[in-house]
C-alpha cells in the first residue's frame, strides 16, 4: 500500500477525538487488528488449556482422596496415599517470612532510589538491582546451599534459639529448613517488589511533589502523603507479584528446605513446599496416583497462587471504591 | 555584595543600576517581600539576574514578559521552590518581614507555608477527596485536630475560592473529578486554608478555558483583601484587567532574564519608562 | 537548628516548637532508614553475585567450557553441551513468545475496548503468576506424554509460555505509556491506523518493550523447574529438538546437590557461565535499546 494511496484515506476530524476508535478501518487495518486478536486469543488459550489439563489429569488423586488430600499429612508411595497439608503449609509459611523481610527493605530502597538518592547514585545502583533480578533461583540456591545454610545453622539459629518460648525458634540448628527459605525468598523478592515500585513512584507526576512542598511538607511528608498514595495500586501490585514468585518459586526453595515433609512450628524445621515436593518427586512417581497426587499438587499451588492475585486485585478496586463512596 | 545592595535599595535613581531600570516605588513603606539582587541558576545556566523588587502587601502584581525570560524561574524563588528543581541555586536575598528567607537557618518548609503557589496545571492530589485536598496542608501540622475543625477550615477556604456551591455536595469524591476550572479553584483554596501571608500564582489560567480563567480573574479580586499576590501571566490583558503593579521581564544578550521596570499597572501601560517596556505593551514583540 | 522566628503567627497555622521539630527529626529518620534498606538490599545482592563470580571463575578452565561431561564419578569433563543447551533453548522459547507477546500487548492496548482490555489484561496477569513448575506440568502432559519423549521442543514451549506474559504485559504498558497526542498526530498525516501503531506508537514505547523482552529472555535462561520434566537433561549432548537436552540450569541443580566435590565446583563454574549469559544479555539489551534513542 503505497504512501499515495493512504493520503486520500484521510481520517475525517471527528474520529480522532479518542484514539482507540478506528475511525476509517481500511483493509490492512482489519488484518493487522484481527491478527493481533487472534495472538491474544492464543495466549488466553494457553491458561484455559492449563486449567483444563492439569484438573484432567489430577483426577486419579481427586477422586480417590477428595477433601482429605487437603487435611491429610501423609505422604506415603507404597501405600499410594497421598496428602497435601505440609507442603501447603510450607509453602504459605516460607513465602511469608519472605514477605515480612522483603517489603520493608524494598519499600526503603524503591524511595531512597526515587526521591533521596543523588542521580549519580541513583542510576547505578537502579540497574545494578534490576541486574541482579537476572539471577537465576538455581544459582542462588547453589549460593543458599553453601553459603547461607552455614551462616543460618551458626551463628543464626543458635542466637534465635536463645529467644526461648517463642515456638517459631524451637530445635536443633539444621540449617536448612524455613528459615534459610524465607530468607532466600526475600532476597529474590527484593528486586522485583523494588524495581516496580521504583516504575510507580516515578509515573508520579512532578507537579504532585510540587504541590505538597509548595504547602510546606517536608521530604517524607510529600514522599508520605503525595507520592506513594499515587502510585500506591503500583505498589500494592509489585507486592504482589513478589510474593506470586514466592509461593511457586522452586529450585532455590528446593535445595535448601531439607524436604521433609511433616508439619512443625519452627522455622528452624526443614519442611517441604508444594513446589519442592514436586520438583524432587516428579521424576520417580509412577502413573496414575502417584503422579495424579502431585498434579494434584501443583494445581493446588495454581489455584493458591490464582485466589492470591485475585484476591489483591480486589482489594485494590476495594480500597479506591471505598474511598469514593466514604460519607 | 549584601551591603551593596542594601545601598541601591535605599538611595535609589533608575541610572544607579546598570541594566536595571525600575520606576519609582509609589509608597514609601516598605512592601511585604523585598527582592534585593536575586539571581538563580539552573545547574550552570543562569536564568534570572540581580533582580531587586518590591512587592507590595495586599496588592496584586503582575509578573510580564515573553516566554522564556525567567518569570516563572523568579517566582518560584519567592517561597524556595527553585531549590527543588534539579540543580536549582540562588544568590540574594528576599527579606519577608526583614528577614532573608535566604538565610543558611531558615527552613523552606516554613517560608513555603507562609508564601503558598498556585501552578499553572491544576494538581489535586488524585487520591484524595476535595475535602482531603483543601486540608491536606492543615493535615501536615494538625495531627490532633477535631473533624469540625478541618471542616470549618475547608469551607471557608472553598468559599474564598468561590468554589463552595459547586463542590459543597461533591466532598468526597476524588480531587481529579472535578473539571479543569474548578480543579485550579480548589489549589486555590488548597493553598489558602493555611492561610499564607502571600499568594503566588505561576500562570494560573493558561491551561483553562476562557469562562474558568474570568471566574479566577474574579476570585483574585476578592482575594486580595486578604492576601498578598504575584502572578505571572504571559496574557498582557489579564495583568491590565487583575494587577495594580506590573513588573517586566526580558532576557538580556546571555539570555538570563531582568527586571526592566516594574511599578503601578497603569502607568506601566500607558507611559513606560523604558523604551523595551513600550515595545511590548505595545506587541512589537513578544 | 533552623531559626524558627521567621514562623506566622496565625491561629491555624500553629507550628508549635515541639510539632515542627517532631516533623523534622521524623524527616531525618525516614530518610536515614530508607538508605539503609538500599545498603541491605544491595549487599546481599552483590553477595550472592561476588560468590558466584569468584568462586565460579576459580573452577573455570577451557575443559570446562570445550568437553562434554563425563560420567558420574569421573573428575574432570565439561559442560560445552550444556551451554548450547540453553542457548538453544532461549531461542526457541523466544521464537514462540514474541510474536504472540508483542500482538497480544498491542491488541489490548490499541484495539481492546475496556472491558476487554482489563479482562485480558488479567489472564495475562494469571499466566504470568502461574509457577514455573507449573508449567513444565502441563507442557510434560500435552506434549511429553504424547510425544513418548522428553525433548527441546516442548522445553521451548514451557520457556514461551513463562515469558509470554512478561512480554505482553510490558508491551501494553509501554503502549499506554505513549501519549495519545503522538496517535492523533500520526492519523492526522493520513497514514494507516496499523501503520500508524508499527510506525510511530510501537517506536515510541520502544524502550519498555525491550525492556520486557529483556526480563523475559533473562529469566527463562535461567529458569530450571520447567525443564525438569521437559528437557530433562542429556548425557549425549544436544540430539535434536525432539530429543532431551541439558542447559547450563539443570546441570547446576543435579551438580549442587551432588555429593562429589568435582562436581560442586563444575556448579559453581557453570553458576559463572550462567550469570555471565544472562547479565550479558540484559546489559546488551540495555546498551542497544539506548543507542536507539540517541
Redesign the interface.
Known sequence: ?SIKQ??????PPTS?Q???F?????Y??K???N??????I???G??V??VF??SR?AMPAIDKFGFSFFTSTMWNPVKDIYGALPAIYGTILSSLIGLVIAV??????A???VE??P?WLAGP?S??????A??????????G???LVPVVRNPIEKWLGHLSGLPFFQGPPFGVGFLSAGLLLA?MI??II?AVTRDAMKAV?H???????????????T????VL??C?TGIVGAVI?GL?RA?????AVT?VIGNSYKLTASLFSPGATI?ST??SQ??EATAGVYTGS??EL?LI??GV??I??IIA?TLVWRMTAL????? | MKEKTNNMIHNITKEDIPGNTYSEHPEDEKGILEVQGLSAWYGKTLAIKNINMSIRSKGIMAIIGPSGCGKSTFIRCLNRMHEVAHGGRTEGCIMLDGKDIYAKDTDPVVIRRRIGMVFQKPAPFPTMSVFDNVAAGLKLTQFWSRRWELEEVVERSLRQAALWDEVKDKLHQSGASLSGGQQQRLCIARAIAVQPEIILLDEPCSALDPASTLKIEDLMRDLVTQYSIVIVTHNMQQAARVSDMAGFFLADQDRAGILIEYGKTSQLFTNPKDKRTEDYITGRFG | MADDSLEGGKEMNNLNERGHSRRKWLNRVMLVLCGTATAIAMLMLALILGYALIRGISYLNLTILTQAAKPVGETGGGMRNEIFGTLILVVLGSIIALPIGLLAGIYVAEYANPNVAAAIRFTADILAGVPSIVVGVFVYAVMVIPMHSYSAISAGVALAIIMVPIVARTAEESLRLVPSSMREAALALGITRWRAIVGVVIPGAMTGIITGIMLGVARIAGETAPLLFTALGSQFGVQGLLKPIGSLSLLIYHYALSPYPSQQQQAWAGAFLLIILVLGISIIVRWASNRKHI
Open positions: 500500500m493512504d493520503k486520500h484515506n484521510l481520517t480522532m479518542s484514539s482507540r478506528s475511525g476509517h478501518s481500511g490492512s487495518d488484518i493487522f487488528s491478527l493481533t486478536l487472534f495472538f491474544t492464543i495466549m488466553v494457553i491458561l488449556a492449563l489439563v492439569l489429569d520493608p527493605i524494598s519499600m526503603g530502597a524511595i531512597f532510589l533521596l538518592a542521580q545502583a540497574f545494578v538491582i534490576e541486574m541482579l537476572a539471577i537465576p533461583s538455581v544459582i542462588i540456591g547453589l549460593w546451599l553453601y553459603v532476597i527484593i528486586p523494588t507526576p507537579e504532585q511533589r510540587e504541590a505538597m512542598y509548595a504547602l510546606g511538607a517536608t521530604r517524607w511528608e514522599i508520605n502523603k503525595a498514595p499515587y500506591r507479584l506470586g509461593l511457586g518459586e522452586t529450585m535445595m513446589a514436586i520438583a516428579f521424576g502431585l498434579i501443583a499451588l495454581f497462587t490464582l492470591v492475585n486485585r474511598k469514593a463512596a466514604k460519607k
